[in-house]
């Protein structure tokens, strides 16, 4: 059985409305990891450039009917009538109001509602209207108890609404979830150099007027101009619209110098976030109050050094993680910031980025998406023991939740599932379920994995008949758990059951570094010899987990240290590539061998290469001298670590003397390959020993190609800007916007369509961009080529157009065409 959940939302985007839009799109693509959980987003409405990306996430946007005289919020009361979903999901009051109007629906009644609360309009009204601020709060608290779970955004607020849904005895229905790491900041490489200018970051919210003295601003320009130095540069970054000249005279007014100041505005594009966070020194968050903060855990999430205000949850939360404390500050006093500002400069840059990391780091074992949370189900707080149970249909409510109670879940987003699962699994399929049947060790809904049987046989792996809308849910973690589990469970359940992966639950414990799981489930019976579906047995898992405990307990068990995937890779390789060094460390003190070769050809220093630790780097090369390796294809360890955007590993390659100029077996030589991976960094520094943008591989395709078949905007733009011809063609004909067809990025396409204006023209084999987009089911693209003036008429060289290709690949495309193609028509007729 999946599980369907709608989130509201104003937006797809984020960052350009505070917290709420970053946590509303991270919650959903969050939840859509789930094997088993459909995802859609119910919106006022959306772009395509919208759709694309939330469906790269696996993410369904749906737009509201639209209704004369609503304004766009009330709309999502109205969901299309075809909508279907087992819960909704609110956020905040504007967000949450719609779903008290739709539960009044009788189409509507069942759905089952989870209200998001990331902020307390009642502390936000002491710095803005107080009365406004009361008159919020008091709507959020009546909409939290209609609603079947609240989750709150970090633990301030958790212990908030909990007073506040007391009087009602609901305190039980809320949930703190602490946001985590955004993983896609931690590919950011800062610059190790020291600069002239100290430049101070400070991200301003939807409303940056508005919210002036809520937010502190005023403390920040009030701290900068206290250090009395023109070093120091504040930069404010408004969201779109936020009214940047207002509030650049607005922070002038507390003393900060014109030229101490730099203020500017802020799209949703997380590349240039990403961007954003290299080119400052430190990011601060001097709120006076906070739900949480989730800019400022962005920017931590790309290394930045931070410091945020102690009322704020993320400063909550970082008080309780080692070396946390000193990145909060308690104080609204400008005099106390500045303090903390140049305590932070007077470190060497890279002492503050190496902090800064370690500091990323114990946050994520803290708090984390992947990581095990040490937080127990009891806090479902449903009692469930001996007594009585007074109604029948709700018995097998409560034996679910006993089970849930015996162990600690993966993750908070698991948590989340399974308490979605909970209370949106049907009354038929809870009426079936007696103690002789009860799932294996908790609730993950979906399809079952693993072999069909009518009935488990004791060690079977797989999920009977009789439970299929149940999977193994793998999370125990203490000993006491997976005791109590397995005397509980019926007869049948195994340790060892699989996920749709092949893993098991010891295998994830292993690969998440989970000491005492480990243990416990070895000492229950958990088989450490099998292995998953690719080849990777627990000894490669233990590897990317890093903890070098586990791996000693998984050697005792597995001793042959040299086993391969169905890759080829060793369980150093996998410890190389997953930068864990006292793993790589452990393995060549127990003489693992690391100049075997995967089935690629790739050997340890290539997927050192690919990790790009340079210290792991250093230690192999110690061992495997030859920083030329050119095996299988012919790529050598610099070439992988360009095409893997490794900043810091490129450079030290490059120190080492290694040969940039030689290519592969294909003809790629190191631009092609700094080129596919993007980073216009590793660009410029290959560009110096290889000054000629123009060389081509053995097909013909030039650098600018291969960035824009691999979708690199930057590194498009990168290559336009230094000159590259644009009009060149490979071997089979394909020029520039082939490729960028190929890349399907509309963006790079009006980049390159002023040099090469022909949109329809073709390859050796009569193929158009639009031919190409659409048989890659790049439905951006398709959009893009067709309001350029594309024909999607024309035909290849076998004589198909596009629509022939789109009706046998994409129905998304097929449709676009096909009323593309009626409306020209219609547009012919009329003239």
């Not at 114990?362 to 949370?373: A, G, R, V």
């Not at 597995?558 to 590539?577: H, Q, Y």
């Amino acid at each position: 059985m999946t599980l369907k959940v709608t989130l509201l939302s104003s937006e797809w985007k984020s960052s350009t409305n505070g917290d709420l839009s970053t946590i509303n799109r991270e919650l959903a693509i969050q939840l859509a990891k789930h094997p088993n959980v459909d995802v859609s987003v119910l919106l006022p409405n959306c772009s395509e450039a919208d759709r694309s990306s939330a469906e790269s996430h696996n993410v369904k946007l749906v737009e509201a009917d639209r209704v004369p005289g609503f304004e766009p919020a009330l709309c999502l009361s109205f969901p299309p009538r075809d909508h279907t979903t087992d819960c909704v999901i609110g956020h905040g009051v504007h967000l949450g109001r719609p779903i008290a109007s739709m539960k009044r629906n009788p189409n509507y009644s069942h759905w089952k509602w989870i209200q998001v609360v990331h902020s307390a309009p009642e502390e936000d009204g002491i710095y803005k209207d107080i009365s406004e601020g009361q008159k919020m709060q008091e709507t959020e608290i009546q909409l939290c108890k209609m609603a079947d779970q609240v989750i709150t955004i970090g633990p301030k607020l958790a212990e908030a609404y909990k007073c506040y849904l007391c009087p009602a005895k609901q305190e039980e229905k809320v949930f703190d979830l602490t946001p985590s790491i955004f993983s896609e900041f931690l590919a950011v490489e800062q610059a190790t150099k020291e600069r002239r200018t100290f430049r101070i970051l400070v991200i301003g919210s939807g409303n940056s007027c508005e919210d002036f003295n809520v937010k502190g601003y005023d403390i920040a320009a009030k701290a900068i101009a206290e250090l009395k130095d023109e070093s120091y540069k504040l930069k404010f970054v408004c969201a779109a619209g936020g009214k940047g000249d207002i509030v650049a005279e607005n922070l002038l007014h507390h003393g900060i110098s014109r030229n101490q100041l730099i203020v500017c505005s802020f799209d949703d594009n997380r590349e240039v976030l990403a961007n954003l966070f290299c080119e400052v020194d430190l990011a601060i968050m001097p709120s006076r109050t906070e739900g949480f903060g989730t800019t400022a855990l962005e920017a931590l999430s790309a290394g930045l050094p931070i410091l945020v205000s102690g009322n704020s949850g993320l400063g909550e939360a970082l008080k309780k993680v080692p070396f946390g404390p000193q990145s909060v500050v308690d104080s609204e006093d400008p005099k106390e910031w500045a303090r903390e500002i140049k305590r932070v400069r007077q470190k060497e840059r890279d002492v503050r980025l190496s902090e800064s990391r370690f500091l990323r780091e114990k946050y994520l074992e803290k708090y984390s998406w992947e990581e095990p949370c040490k937080r127990s189900v009891e806090e479902v707080h449903v009692g469930v023991g001996n007594e009585a149970v007074p109604n029948a249909q709700e018995a097998p409510k409560k034996l679910i939740l006993k089970s849930l109670k015996m162990l600690e879940l993966q993750n908070d987003w698991q948590l989340i599932i399974c308490r979605l699962a909970i209370i949106s699994l049907s009354e038929k399929y809870f009426s079936s379920l007696s103690v002789g049947n009860l799932p294996h060790s908790g609730v993950q809904v979906g399809k079952r994995d693993g072999r069909e049987q009518s009935e488990s046989a004791p060690g079977d792996t797989s999920v009977s008949e009789d439970n299929k809308e149940l999977n193994q849910l793998h999370s125990a973690e203490k000993e006491s758990d997976v005791t109590e589990m397995k005397s509980t469970l019926p007869r049948g359940f195994s340790v060892d059951s699989r996920n749709t992966t092949g893993r098991t639950p010891l295998m994830n414990a292993a690969s998440k570094g989970n000491v005492q799981a480990v243990k416990s489930m070895i000492k229950r019976g958990a088989d450490p010899s099998l292995t998953d579906y690719k080849g990777w047995n627990m000894l490669h898992f233990a590897a990317e987990g890093g903890d070098t405990d586990i791996i000693s307990l998984i050697h005792t068990h597995l001793p042959n240290i040299e086993s391969k995937t169905d890759k080829g890779e060793t369980p150093l390789m996998v410890a190389a590539s997953s930068r864990n060094l006292h793993a790589v460390k452990w393995f060549l003190e127990k003489g693992a061998t690391v100049a075997c070769e995967d089935k690629i050809g790739w050997n340890t220093l290539h997927h050192a290469a690919q990790g790009g630790d340079t210290d792991i780097l250093s230690l192999i090369h110690t061992r495997l001298p030859n920083i030329e390796s050119r095996v299988g294809e012919g790529e050598t360890p610099l070439m992988v670590a360009a095409s893997s955007r490794n900043l810091h590993a490129v450079k030290w390659f490059l120190e080492k003397g290694l040969t940039v100029a030689c290519e592969d077996k294909t003809g790629w030589n190191t631009l092609h390959h700094a080129a596919a991976g993007g980073d216009t960094d590793i660009i410029s520094l290959i560009h110096t020993h290889l000054p000629n943008i123009e060389s081509k591989t053995g097909e013909g395709y030039t650098p600018l190609m291969v960035a824009a078949d691999s979708g690199k905007f930057h590194a498009v733009k990168w290559f336009l800007e230094k000159g590259a011809t644009v009009a060149c063609e490979g071997k089979k004909g394909w020029n520039t916007l082939h490729h960028a067809a190929v890349g399907g990025d509309p963006v790079t396409i009006d980049l390159i369509l002023p040099h090469l204006p022909d949109v329809d023209s073709k390859t050796a084999d009569g193929e158009t961009p639009l031919i190409i987009a659409v048989y890659r089911g790049k439905l951006r693209c398709v959009k893009c080529l067709l309001e350029r003036g594309a024909n999607p008429l024309t035909k290849d060289n076998k004589g198909q157009d596009s629509l022939y290709h789109a009706s046998s690949h994409d129905p998304d495309c097929f449709d676009l065409l096909q009323s593309h193609v009626s409306k020209s028509e219609s547009t012919t007729g009329n003239d």
